[in-house]
């Protein structure tokens, strides 16, 4: 049955708190009041998801969106998506809570053209129309962030730039607050118009449109408001993510009137929107929290903190967080320059750009040290709104988008970043600038400024001898700044330490300096990697490949995290050794050609990356592609094939390549054959062994006939969905080439999909039992740093592993289908023959209805009368002894896995 448009206003009640039958009830008292007549519908969905909305593509992001919802307790919902030219539908049970949460197929950018049906087993459907699939923005903060268009600087011309964004849609939520967490907010989507953007926030609308201008004026946009005037950012976080500071010697004093409790914001307006999933996250806070005083420490620990819980509870790795960096709140007018409280909050923002070892890699900041102002809020809601957005775009562009400066020469993203401090035997300070970043650096005055840059250029030196600050005058050469000192004490420089900053520092983009206090030191040197000597594998690799969680939403502390999970949870153990990360780590090649890593996701390099990976006696490897993009747009490999392998392989110590097709791919076998040839001789160099993957392989009569000559693995089919017909359909096109496998050589059925949103626990049990009897390499790719018992149980399954790494009897390592599905019998049988002459036996539900079933022996090769001991490889249990045939019962799509051992007869 379907019901017309959405069920707006109705309440999406906790899937913790409340009992599966106390929602259904509240849900159909909720539609009472609604609608005034009794509907009986039990599926409902969050306000978010309604007509009009926008869903985040994964296009050059790779990342999936989520619908979610709650249902009868093990109801079965159908998610029906109708497009122009195609449609798909998801089947998902109902948890014992109501909840449920399905993953869509990756989607293009698409504009209002599809339609989404949600329908249970009883009671109507919601419909939710004029879908589209885009890029989606979280614009989240305080005062600053919820200023509204009309009041900003040049209003009525920046309100009329709507009528050029008809492709945009806004989401504003009401302001509120709660003790516990909620799963809806008041609000609903509506296609951006002059009159609605006017009260709709200036910095999220003027971003979001600078980076469409920039980047895609096409792409559909979803812009979701979720502000609160007043409010600390303790308000903003989880009570978990504020306990993870409770070790600071610091407690603020709060004032009365500081806003809504903590947490309170993110029960009410951040924690609707976990699992929708956005591009990035627009952010303007921390006025409240310098004007109560807080220390540095303490908003550094609370802002990274926030992010970082954000990030884990959204549920699809590291996505872009990105922040205004905040103005002054007074002018130089004033008596009072209030210097300490802002700009500890200045310094804390700071501290959470990326940097080696940093938690909160794949962030960027809009410095806006320049924009003081008074505006019909005040003084502390600077009015130069425009100007804000642009360089909050421009920190979006290269955090989100990837998009390079220092490379291109034509798009700028990046304030003047300083790269060392040193002083000279007379005293003299010299602070470098990375030259990227420092292109016509210059001193000038900022706005509204009275003294500008007559008085004070902004810097300030410490004499570690007399321990105090002295005013210092600086001079520009090149990208440097040299300041003239008579003291050979020199400990510290700092910029920007006021308030309302005179003089500030820019560069040719018209970016400013953020304020900085920096020791004297050297510029760091990075110590060459340490490799893991080996020799060319036998069994097929095991370990993680980030794609098919985490997508483009990595960085460096994911991967150390994951490495250190795979320790912690027994998957090391188990025999995991590789980490690798898929597409979008790279960025741009250098004026050699040779390969550059984001900065923004992995600010210690490769070459370091590598040795920590190394230090925890694990394995590293990255993801290319033989064409000119990658399949994210990223700088790929054709024509750099040796310079590509010698840089992985010499330069950074890697143990892993996966070599994908994507964009302008051209011969695959020259281009395999260069990247071979080049590890070849590394290996031969370095004894450092490169294990190489490539894509794709799928016709034994043709590249099956000479593709282990050049590669230790080879996809054998499209890329896995975690759908249990894509399990299958890869499975069984692996099985095709069964016998181009050898040890050292493997076909491979593409990555695990166990653990993620898609897959009942029986489908995740069959799909590592299928990859583990073909043994097709064992990637895990999920999210292993908070991966459940259930998930660790079926990836570290001992004896499903034995069979997996064993080489097979007389080296046919590959176990085949023996009797395939049939309208009859919706079953699958599988055998490998293993090298101990044991033969184990994989029985493959394909129905969605339980199915009795039996092993016949003669289907398997065995002698009829021959007595067999049978092990159930799951259970690690005997089974005992049987002849002639083993029958038991089957759940859909689940499977057995024995092992079949022959006794005396």
Not at 531 to 552: D, R
């Amino acid at each position: 049955m379907i019901m017309d448009g959405q069920l707006k206003g109705a309440s999406f009640y906790s899937f913790s708190t409340a009992s599966s039958s106390s929602v259904f009830a509240v849900l159909v008292r909720i539609l009472f009041v609604v609608f005034g007549t009794y509907i009986d519908a039990a599926v409902h969905v969050p306000s978010i998801f309604s007509d009009n909305m926008v869903l985040q593509s994964n296009e050059k992001y790779g990342a999936r969106s989520f619908i979610f919802g709650t249902a009868n307790p093990k109801e079965i919902i159908l998610v029906h998506t109708t497009m122009e030219n195609a449609s798909a539908t998801y089947n998902v049970s109902a948890n014992e809570s109501g909840e449920w949460i399905v993953m869509l197929n990756p989607e293009k950018t698409k504009f209002q053209s599809t339609s989404i049906s949600i329908e249970g087993e009883t009671g109507l459907a919601v419909v939710i129309r004029n879908v589209s699939f885009g890029d989606v923005y979280l614009c989240a903060g305080e005062s600053d962030m919820a200023f509204p268009l009309s009041l900003s600087l040049n209003a009525s011309a920046e309100i009329q730039t709507a009528t050029n964004f008809s492709n945009f849609f806004i989401f504003k939520t009401l302001q509120q607050s709660s003790t516990a967490p909620q799963n809806n907010v008041d609000g609903h989507w509506e296609q951006l118009s002059t009159s609605n953007v006017a009260n709709f926030s200036a910095v999220c609308y003027l971003s979001a449109r600078d980076i469409a201008s920039v980047y895609s004026s096409s792409t559909p946009v979803g812009l979701i408001q979720s502000t609160f005037i007043g409010s600390r950012i303790e308000a903003w976080m989880s009570e978990k993510a504020i306990l993870s500071c409770k070790d600071l010697t610091y407690s603020p004093n709060l004032r009365s009137t500081s806003g809504p409790n903590p947490s309170s914001i993110w029960n009410g307006m951040i924690f609707p929107f976990r699992f929708y999933t956005l591009r990035s996250v627009l952010w303007y806070q921390g006025e409240t929290n310098a004007m109560d005083g807080d220390t540095q420490q303490h908003y550094s620990c609370m802002f990274q903190s926030m992010i970082e819980d954000w990030r884990i509870t959204f549920g699809y790795g590291d996505f872009s967080f990105v922040f205004v960096q905040q103005p002054p709140t007074t002018n130089s007018s004033m008596a009072s320059q209030d210097a300490v409280g802002i700009t500890n909050i200045r310094l804390a923002q700071l501290e959470t750009m990326p940097r080696p070892y940093c938690k909160t890699d794949t962030s960027g900041m809009a410095v806006t040290l320049d924009l003081g102002g008074e505006s019909a809020w005040g003084v502390g809601n600077p009015p130069n709104k425009p100007e804000i957005g642009k360089r909050l775009a421009a920190a979006a562009l290269h955090v989100a988008f990837a998009q390079q400066q220092q490379w291109n020469g034509t798009l700028r993203f990046a304030s003047p970043t300083p790269r060392s401090v040193s002083v000279d035997s007379r005293g003299n300070v010299n602070v470098e600038f990375a030259s990227w970043t420092a292109g016509g650096l210059a001193l000038s005055g900022a706005n509204l400024c009275t003294s500008c840059c007559d008085k004070s250029q902004g810097f300030d030196i410490y004499d570690n001898n007399s321990k105090i600050w002295l005013v210092a005058n600086a001079t520009i050469v090149g990208s440097s700044i040299l300041i003239a000192s008579t003291s050979s004490h020199i400990s510290q420089v700092r910029y920007g330490f006021s308030n309302f900053v005179e003089c500030v520092l820019k560069n040719s983009d018209g970016f400013v300096a953020s304020p900085f206090i920096l020791n004297v030191t050297q510029e760091l040197t990075v110590s060459k990697f340490n490799s893991l000597k080996g020799e060319p594998i036998l069994s097929p690799p095991m370990g993680f490949n980030s794609w098919n969680f985490y997508h483009c939403n990595i960085n460096e502390m994911v991967i150390r995290s994951v490495a250190a999970a795979m320790i912690g949870n027994g998957m090391k153990a188990a025999g995991y050794q590789f980490v690798n990360i898929d597409d979008c780590w790279q960025v741009a090649r250098d004026s050699n050609g040779t390969i550059v890593p984001d900065p923004v996701r992995f600010p210690s390099g490769m070459a370091m990356l590598t040795q920590d990976i190394h230090d925890l006696g694990m394995k590293f490897g990255v993801y290319t592609a033989r064409g000119t993009l990658t399949c994210q747009g990223r700088p790929a490999s054709l024509g750099y094939e040796v310079i590509d392998a010698s840089t992985y392989c010499y330069d950074w110590g890697l143990d892993y390549v996966k070599i994908d097709v994507c964009q302008g791919a051209q011969n695959d076998r020259k281009s395999w054959t260069k990247f071979h040839d080049t590890f070849a001789q590394c290996f031969n160099n370095t004894k450092n062994y490169v294990v190489m993957s490539v894509e794709s392989c799928e016709d034994p009569n043709d590249c099956g006939k000479w593709v282990a000559s050049l590669a230790n693995l080879w996809r054998t089919h499209s890329d896995i969905q975690a759908t249990f017909s894509s399990i299958l359909s890869n499975a069984k096109a692996n099985n095709i080439m069964a016998n181009v496998s050898s040890p050292g050589h493997f076909n491979d059925a593409d990555m695990l999909q166990v653990g993620n949103v898609g897959l009942s626990f029986a489908e995740q049990k069959t799909h590592f039992a299928l990859w583990c009897i073909m043994s097709s390499p064992l990637l895990a790719g999920t999210d292993l740093i908070h991966a459940s018992n259930e998930t660790l149980s079926i990836l570290t399954a001992q004896e499903l592993i034995w069979v997996n790494q064993d080489l097979g009897e007389d080296n046919n390592i590959q176990g085949v289908i023996v009797q395939d599905s049939n309208s009859t019998s919706q079953f699958s049988i599988w055998k490998k023959t293993m090298s101990s002459g044991e033969i184990v036996v994989l029985v493959v539900s394909e129905a969605s209805v339980s199915l009795s079933v039996a092993i016949e022996w003669d289907t398997i090769g065995i002698p009829e009368t021959q007595p067999m001991n049978l092990r159930d490889l799951w259970l690690k249990t005997n089974l005992g002894k049987f002849i002639g045939s083993y029958s038991f019962s089957l759940h859909a799509h689940d499977c057995l896995m024995v092992s079949m051992t022959p006794l005396k007869r």
